[in-house]
């Protein structure tokens, strides 16, 4: 127990935080991205491509001086739509609990069942502090980061927080059958799914920009977010081309 939290909180120059060696950053593209999520892009036909890129090559373009922090439930698309926003703007994508398993060296399952979430909870708001204040970036955070106080500080000190809003039968249908959501694993997950949405849409209205997330391509979604940016977010704002 003492290796994995010296991980974590260790002062020494650990490279797994500061975005260097084989888990830094990577810059996200389009072409990459697109065999990626492939449960999420609907019927997949060639109607649907075309619709989804003529609606992508009409979007403005935009450039970005603050990261743009993905919040939400579990099974509202953050990582999904997030690589395709990060594809999108040209800026690096990153997904907080993948950066923590990757420090902590250790799923977030078992740090959960072995640590607690205090001590989660901790470390997710240093990797989130280390991601979002380096090169802007887009990033998807955990379904509990926001909640957390001092974490909400952070992000809105150095980011731009967008919250993916989904209803309980799509969370429902969207986490069905996945064994890695240490949250689910404690009862029946339409009940538990039901008193997170209680608990948590009231913080999670404080984000900076809200957008309703449907089973429409994730795509789409993007389009909405980028519609709700361009109207003058802080730290968003139009490119010329």
């Known amino acids: 127990m003492r290796r994995v939290i010296g991980i974590f909180f260790m ?3 650990n490279p797994l935080f500061y975005g260097e060696g084989p888990f830094a950053r990577r810059q996200c593209t389009y072409d990459t991205l697109m065999d990626q999520c492939s449960p999420h892009r609907g019927n997949g036909g060639e109607g649907e491509d075309m619709t989804v890129s003529s609606a992508l090559t009409s979007m403005p373009r935009f450039s970005t001086q603050r990261s743009i922090v993905l919040v939400g439930l579990m099974g509202a698309g953050k990582s999904c739509v997030g690589r395709r926003l990060a594809a999108r703007l040209n ?3 990153a997904d907080s609990d993948s ?3 990757a420090a902590a060296g250790t799923a977030i399952t078992d740090f ?3 640590h607690g979430e205090a001590a989660f909870r901790e470390g997710e708001r240093k990797v989130i502090a280390r991601l979002i204040t380096g090169k802007p970036c887009v990033l ?3 379904g509990g980061a926001f909640c957390d106080p001092a974490t909400r500080d952070l992000v809105a ?3 731009t927080s ?3 809003r989904a209803d309980l039968d799509l969370l429902v249908r969207r986490t069905a059958g996945k064994d890695h959501r240490p949250l689910l694993n404690q009862g029946n997950p339409r009940e538990i799914l039901a008193r997170l949405i209680a608990a948590r849409y009231p913080i999670y209205a404080e984000a900076d920009v809200i957008v309703d997330t449907t089973d429409e391509v994730p795509e789409m979604t993007v389009e909405k977010i980028l519609v709700q940016l361009s109207k003058g977010v802080k730290g968003l704002c139009p ?3």
């Open 157 to 159: 000190a150095h980011a």
């Open 99 to 101: 950066e923590i398993e």
């Open 91 to 93: 800026m690096p994508f």
């Open 162 to 164: 967008v919250w993916l």
């Open 140 to 142: 998807a955070t955990g």
């Open 239 to 241: 490119l010329t081309l």
């Open 112 to 114: 959960f069942q072995n």
């Open 11 to 13: 002062k020494g120059r």
